[in-house]
T-cell receptor, first 115, second 110 residues
């Protein structure tokens, strides 16, 4: 069964450093997403990406964040100058088409710890 | 105002019990509704979509009341393996991103 993969599974970084979280969506999917979940809190939408551009973003997704699809398979989230409060699980998700009822498939997540 | 609200629980029930979770959402234009399951430190996984007519999948039954903006999940004959956090999830109109509730934690006790 195809699945979304993410690397690394755990990233530890110093405050102020840049990190890049990587995702490989399911191969025939067209819409890609990043979500985050701070420990003990709800899953929060960050950004959606379609046709090589951002289609929506939340208030959380400020200038510190950027996304890129550098080739046909990878989808990355870059966090510049990390802050302590960026510590969270970051989930990538993908979906083949938009529309009601279509399931978003989530990757296993990257646990980011900012020290 | 929260987009999606759920009782966080925890719900501790014995094996074989029936348990129900409720959820309300604030955006009346929301189009799609789901229950996801999340195990500790894992990704959310779709349990079932929720349709206006109500739908059932084995021991799980989901209901949607659009007038009250209310979603429910009923689990019958609880198993130990049902222990998890159940996330109420809503997709807005014209948007593909999902809005998650905080989740309801269920523990099924032997």
């Amino acid at each position: 069964e195809p699945e979304v993969t993410q690397t690394p599974s755990h990233q530890v970084t110093q405050m102020g450093q840049e990190v890049i979280l990587r995702c490989v969506p399911i191969s025939n999917h067209l819409y890609f997403y990043w979500y985050r979940q701070i420990l003990g809190q709800k899953v929060e939408f960050l950004v959606s990406f379609y046709n090589n551009e951002i289609s929506e973003k939340s208030e959380i997704f400020d200038d510190q964040f950027s996304v890129e699809r550098p080739d046909g398979s990878n989808f990355t989230l870059k966090i510049r100058s990390t802050k302590l409060e960026d510590s969270a699980m970051y989930f990538c998700a993908s979906i083949r088409t938009s529309g009601s009822g279509n399931e978003q498939f989530f990757g296993p997540g990257t646990r980011l710890t900012v020290l | 105002r929260k987009e999606v609200e759920q009782d966080p629980g925890p719900f501790n029930v014995p094996e074989g019990a029936t348990v129900a979770f409720n959820c309300t959402y604030s955006n009346s234009a929301s189009q799609s509704f789901f229950w996801y399951r999340q195990d500790c430190r894992k990704e959310p996984k779709l349990l079932m979509s929720v349709y206006s007519s109500g739908n059932e999948d084995g021991r799980f039954t989901a209901q949607l009341n659009r007038a009250s903006q209310y979603i429910s999940l009923l689990i019958r004959d609880s198993k130990l393996s049902d222990s998890a956090t159940y996330l109420c999830v809503v997709k807005g109109n014209g948007a593909n991103n999902l809005f998650f509730g905080t989740g309801t934690r269920l523990t099924v006790i032997p």
